[in-house]
């Protein structure tokens, strides 16, 4: 972190941003052009992006339900982004209308949209924080008003991990965050790969590159890695679309081509 | 148009096909085929069952949409607003719903088609379009709250900063590359004595003290400002407008834009002038003299390390230490301001003799060292102690008093190489000391051959109680003749010691050693007995037996238990008080003391002579009464009785008068240092009655008195 606490962050719109360019895959206008033009740029470089980002957000669905399957109440959805259709706690209420969910993002117009839309919402909160700063993230007012950390709490990194890069140590941050979590947790990550296609997969990170959140592509050990201290939920870590697919979904003939991996592991 | 031609019987097969198959499908085939046309085309959450269930009503209502057209036209929008609510929002997905329903819907609703499909197309687009303005301008909203919130943040912060600018005790100081002050603070204007706004443009080493100002700028370029060190501290002087000098301690670090390039400077500062003279003072204090202002032992003691300092030593030091002689005397008779007074001009006037190149030193009372490193030789630094005796050589005028002063002076001058700090004090010390001892007012320089018989003298007197205790010592016998008839009358007991180290050393080695350190008592009662016990043991065995003299020494005379000694020494081993002869010097005689112990054991029996008679002064009046039966005659006296025509005369004059009075006063006539027959015959002519020396008999061992005593 360079940026020491007490400055606040300058908001560059003529910046891309993860977070829109995110909603422009998935259809949604919440962008700009300078999001749009980036995300375009990246669909040329793969043009599926759009239905990666659609199985990466069907991976999110799944893993949210199966949370609930296992009778994990409680959402923290790190690098949630801005809200869209199919949002955790939609997903959730579907099953458990009191499901807790605690939204926390960096980007400050996600959070500050996500809030304008959760305001009346008794059982969300949104948290503007880094996921790099696990205790101080943790220790948020708003979200130890919604989640009980005593309780098993399905902790989501979905499309995130890969914004943060060697130097922030993701298996350390994450094994920050199991240490917090209670006995029968679950912690769903989805992984952006090099494995599988490598010239598209380094143009992407080029293009990132120049974006406020820079992407870290891994490998599938170093993605497995990132489980330490959790045990591994079937069928562990897998291409993305391959995760415990719905019986109706479709799963692709080249999974590797969605450039993603996924996995789910419970805090033993 | 050929390739629509071959595609149409596809198309009407297909349009035959479904009414034969279901003249009216219903809802859930509907929405079944639907949801198969449309899966994947947007973004939704929904599987595709859940899909299916999904468009179940919306393929109702289209199914039941009226014939009228401007109806069956807004049961289309309706359906074609609720696909963009269901987030479907892809152009593709409304192309294939128009395909997949234009496809489905039956027959009898014909008419109807084109409106339904219309209005859903356009309900749709509608939708899509409001829906895109709301998301845009929510998202403006948070964009624009967001950034309100970072700016708000952003001036809070920028104020907290400001406020710590402003108000921060430190002087703060925000220039340009080039040393140009952007900004400064109150408590930087307050310490330079300028208000802000005057400060702003200045140049920063315009405000550093000239003297300062090139190390300042040098450190701050080379290091800082090319990345070598991103902060350095440092104290330097700053000059404030009205002219104080005051020193500052500075904190300069570069501030790097994005690249890590230099952009701007922030210096930090404070005003530790105060501090500064504090320090200053203490450390004055610390290493100088309170009474003269020189520098005192500790500074002394710091050059004089340095000079010895490993990575650059001094090839060649010398060193002058001195004292001045009855500075004690002064002091006690004329009061310590007097005293002090003394020593401040003392100091002055040394000050003026020694001169810059050297440090002079007030180490404490009246020493006084000057040191002075890279000498050239001893020469330079005896030149430099007859300056400093030159200096004191006129009076000084103290409180109305002309006082003569002069300082002795131990002179050192060694190279550095193969000795040490210590090492020089040591020999300063002793220098001085044997300058004294010369007699004042002078120098002396070290020597080392000197030193070594001190050091080894010093070694000696250490080891002697161990030697009396280990039994170290022995006696030896000189004869005593009569002079008439050469018959063995007595011997002197001589005492020696048997060093382990350096063998047989003889009385003079050691006794100047054991009557300083007292000894010499111990000693003396140890000989006393041994004699005694030898005496009887010759008694025993020959039947009869030599006087014994024993040498008695000034301290032994003088000591309370002579009597008991000697007496202890008598019983202790059963010898005759007769048999006994004590020797002692006319000084050990003067006083009324000794007298008195004498006169008792001469009543005792024991034979008293004097010895070396005439060499030391005698109180002949007293010597008249004195408990003594003889004398003994130097040899410096009889020396040159063996001269072959006839002795010198003087010598001649002396002993005759001295053999005179010792036979007027009823005392026998011991010579001694007889040598020669010549000698012998001559003394004996002038009534001596005893002879010792060589002619007689060496200082020997028991058993060679033994063989005299058989014959
Ligand atoms: C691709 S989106 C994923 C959204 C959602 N989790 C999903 O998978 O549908 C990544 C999000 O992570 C957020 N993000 C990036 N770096 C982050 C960080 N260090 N801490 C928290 N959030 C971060 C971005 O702002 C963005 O909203």
């Given amino acids: 972190m360079e940026r020491p606490s007490w400055a606040p962050e300058q908001i560059d719109l003529d910046l891309p941003s993860a977070a829109r360019m995110y909603d422009y895959f998935l259809g949604g206008s919440h962008n700009f052009a300078p999001d749009r033009a980036a995300a375009q740029a990246a669909i040329g470089i793969i043009p599926e992006l759009p239905a990666v980002m659609r199985a990466n957000r069907a991976f999110l669905r799944r893993a949210v339900r199966f949370a609930l399957d296992s009778g994990v109440r409680q959402f923290l959805d790190i690098g949630s982004g801005i809200p869209t259709v199919g949002n955790v706690h939609e997903v959730a209420r579907a099953i458990d209308p009191q499901a807790r969910v605690a939204y926390v993002d960096t980007d400050p117009v996600a959070v500050t949209h996500s809030r304008a839309l959760l305001a009346d919402d008794p059982y969300t909160v949104v948290v503007e924080a880094d996921v790099r700063e696990p205790e101080r993230l943790l220790a948020d007012d708003g979200l130890r008003a919604t989640l009980d950390l005593d309780r098993p709490v399905a902790l989501l990194m979905v499309a995130l991990l890969h914004f943060v890069g060697p130097a922030d140590d993701p298996a350390d941050l994450v094994r920050r965050y199991g240490r917090a979590l209670a006995p029968g947790s679950l912690l769903a990550i989805s992984h952006g790969t090099g494995d599988g296609r490598t010239a598209e997969s380094d143009a992407m990170l080029r293009l990132y590159a120049d974006t406020a959140n820079p992407l870290t592509a891994r490998t599938r050990d170093e993605v497995a890695a990132l489980f330490d201290g959790f045990e591994p939920v079937e069928p562990g870590v897998v291409f993305l679309p391959l995760w415990r697919p719905d019986e109706a979904d479709e799963v692709p003939a080249r999974p590797e081509r969605f450039c993603s991996y996924a996995g789910v592991g419970r805090k033993p | ?711």
Wanted: with cysteine; glycine share 8%; aromatic share 6%.
């Fill in chain 2, 1 to 711: 148009m050929s390739s629509g031609a071959r595609r149409r019987p596809a198309a009407s097969r297909t349009r035959r096909h479904v009414p034969a198959e279901a003249a009216r499908p219903t809802p859930a085939r509907l929405a079944d085929a639907w949801a198969a046309a449309i899966a994947g085309t947007s973004f939704v959450s929904l599987t595709r069952p859940e899909l299916a269930r999904h468009l179940r009503p919306l393929a109702a209502r289209l199914l039941a949409a009226p014939l009228d057209a401007p109806a069956a036209r807004a049961a289309g929008t309706e359906v074609g607003r609720a696909l963009v609510a269901a987030h479907f929002t892809a152009p593709e997905t409304l192309a294939r719903s128009l395909v997949a329903l234009g496809g489905m819907l039956p027959a009898d609703r014909a008419a109807a088609r084109p409106s339904v499909l219309a209005g859903l197309a356009s309900g749709f687009a509608a939708a899509l379009r409001d829906r895109t303005l709301t998301e845009q301008e929510s998202i403006r909203q948070a964009a624009m709250a967001a950034q309100t919130r970072a700016e708000r943040a952003l001036r809070a912060t920028e104020a907290r900063f400001r406020a710590v600018f402003t108000c921060a005790a430190t002087g703060i100081a925000l220039g340009d590359l080039t040393g140009h002050i952007l900004e400064a603070n109150p408590a930087l204007a307050a310490m330079l004595g300028a208000p802000p706004e005057r400060l702003r443009g200045r140049d920063v080493f315009e405000l550093v003290h000239p003297d300062d100002a090139v190390g300042l700028r040098e450190l701050i370029y080379q290091r800082v400002a090319t990345g070598a060190a991103d902060r350095i501290r440092t104290e330097k002087r700053f000059v404030t407008d009205d002219g104080r000098v005051l020193w500052g301690g500075l904190a300069v670090s570069v501030v790097r834009d994005q690249e890590g390039r230099p952009s701007y400077l922030v210096a930090m500062g404070e005003d530790n002038t105060r501090r500064h003279e504090l320090a200053e003072t203490l450390t004055y204090q610390a290493t100088h003299d309170a009474l003269t202002g020189l520098a005192n032992r500790t500074l002394f003691t710091e050059r004089l390390h340095r000079a010895f300092d490993r990575t650059a030593p001094a090839e060649r030091l010398g060193v002058c230490f001195l004292d001045l002689d009855g500075f004690k005397i002064i002091n006690d008779s004329l009061g310590h301001p007097v005293g002090d007074e003394l020593l401040r001009v003392v100091a002055g006037r040394l000050a003026d003799a020694v001169g810059p190149d050297s440090l002079l030193a007030r180490l404490g009372g009246d020493e006084f060292v000057v040191l002075r490193a890279d000498s050239t030789g001893e020469a330079e630094l005896v030149e430099l102690a007859e300056r400093i005796l030159a200096a004191l050589d006129s009076p000084v005028a103290v409180a109305g008093h002309e006082l003569a002063v002069s300082a002795s002076i131990g002179v050192v001058e060694r190279a550095t190489f193969g000795t040490d700090p210590a090492e020089v004090m040591r020999a300063a010390d002793i220098t001085l000391y044997w300058a004294k001892a010369a007699g004042k007012g002078r120098w002396a320089t070290f020597d080392s051959e000197r030193d070594a018989a001190q050091a080894a003298r010093h070694q000696l007197s250490e080891a002697l109680p161990g030697a009396l205790r280990a039994e170290e010592f022995t006696l030896a016998y000189q004869p005593v003749v009569d002079l008439t008839d050469l018959r063995l009358t007595g011997v002197e007991a001589l005492v020696r010691w048997r060093h382990p180290r350096l063998g047989l050393l003889g009385p003079d080695a050691f006794l100047g050693l054991a009557e300083e350190t007292g000894l010499v008592v111990p000693l003396g009662r140890w000989v006393l007995s041994a004699a005694c016990r030898q005496a009887r043991a010759w008694l025993d065995r020959y039947g009869w037996a030599p006087q014994v003299s024993v040498n008695l020494a000034v301290r032994e005379v003088c000591g309370a238990s002579l009597v008991d000694d000697v007496r202890a020494a008598l019983a202790g081993s059963g010898l005759p008080a007769g048999l006994l002869q004590l020797e002692l010097t006319e000084r050990a005689l003067m006083g009324a003391e000794p007298t008195a112990a004498l006169r008792t054991l001469c009543e005792d029996g024991v034979r008293i002579v004097i010895d070396d008679f005439g060499t030391g002064y005698s109180n002949l009046a007293h010597l008249r009464h004195a408990p003594v039966h003889g004398i003994k005659l130097a040899r410096s006296f009889t020396g040159s009785f063996d001269a072959p025509a006839h002795p010198d005369r003087a010598d001649l004059a002396i002993v005759r008068a001295l053999m005179s009075l010792a036979h007027t006063l009823d005392l026998t006539v011991t010579a001694s240092g007889v040598e020669t027959r010549r000698q012998a015959h001559r003394l004996r002519e002038l009534g001596a009655e005893h002879g010792q020396g060589w002619l007689y008999g060496r200082p020997a061992e028991p058993a060679h008195i033994e063989q005299l005593l058989a014959t």
